[in-house]
């Protein structure tokens, strides 16, 4: 099982296409997705709210039976840790080896979360490389730490695409079409969560 964490502020086709990518990769049987409910470590930006979130990556991955859409981090109360998370699906019992799916700028600065050996221990990280943290970058933020032997990298293809490009463009009322699947699309221009609510947002 992969798991893929993030804010998901919106969700867009680049996250899809690396889960598509790990999926190939590791031979994995199924990707999860998990939107953080509230941040340890930053403000979300233009929140419209967890529940929203959630409900954004349920219809990014809605029909393919290859993503599933986690809620743990949501329903549960506080500050969202992956450590938390790990540990939950492993006392799950479901005996799948883990897969924690990680941007090169998040497992540099993977030395800075809460309990990162854990963290290490539970799962095997899998970085998806592409525009950001190198790999020496990588080495030296995961120097020292227990378990860091054990990533593994990911050549992913370079989409350049982010949330916060999407929020830009859908507040202005530009076009979001193809930079997030259209049942997203869909939902920003009839919610208008990121501002403008205007019918050319989804075209």
């Known amino acids: 099982m992969g798991i893929l964490g993030g804010v998901f502020n919106p969700p867009h086709v680049g996250h899809l296409i690396c889960a598509q990518e790990a999926i190939i990769a590791l031979e994995l049987d199924r ?27 349920e219809l990014a991955v809605g029909g393919d039976e290859r993503f599933e859409v986690s809620r743990l981090e949501v329903d549960r109360p506080g ?42 221990a539970l799962a ?5 490389e592409r525009a950001g943290a190198g790999r020496d970058e990588v080495a030296r933020g995961l120097s020292g730490l227990r378990g860091a032997e054990r990533v593994i990298f990911l050549d992913t293809p370079r989409i350049d695409v982010s949330s916060s490009f999407v929020r830009e463009r ?33 075209r």
Do not use: K
């Open 31 to 57: 990707i999860l997705l998990v939107p953080v409910g509230e941040a340890s470590h930053r403000e979300v930006e233009q929140d419209p709210g967890p529940a929203a979130r959630v409900e954004m990556c």
């Open 170 to 202: 859908a507040g202005a009322g530009l076009p979001i079409r193809y930079l997030v699947p259209d049942a997203v699309a869909g939902f920003i221009r009839d919610r208008g969560p990121y501002g403008a609510r205007r019918t050319v947002a989804a």
């Open 79 to 120: 500050p969202s840790y992956t450590v938390d998370t790990l540990r939950e699906l492993a006392a799950g019992g479901l005996g799948e080896e883990m897969f924690l799916l990680l941007g090169g700028d998040q497992a540099a600065a993977l030395g800075t979360w809460h309990q990162p050996e854990e963290v290490l």
């Open 124 to 128: 095997t990280v899998a970085v998806l």
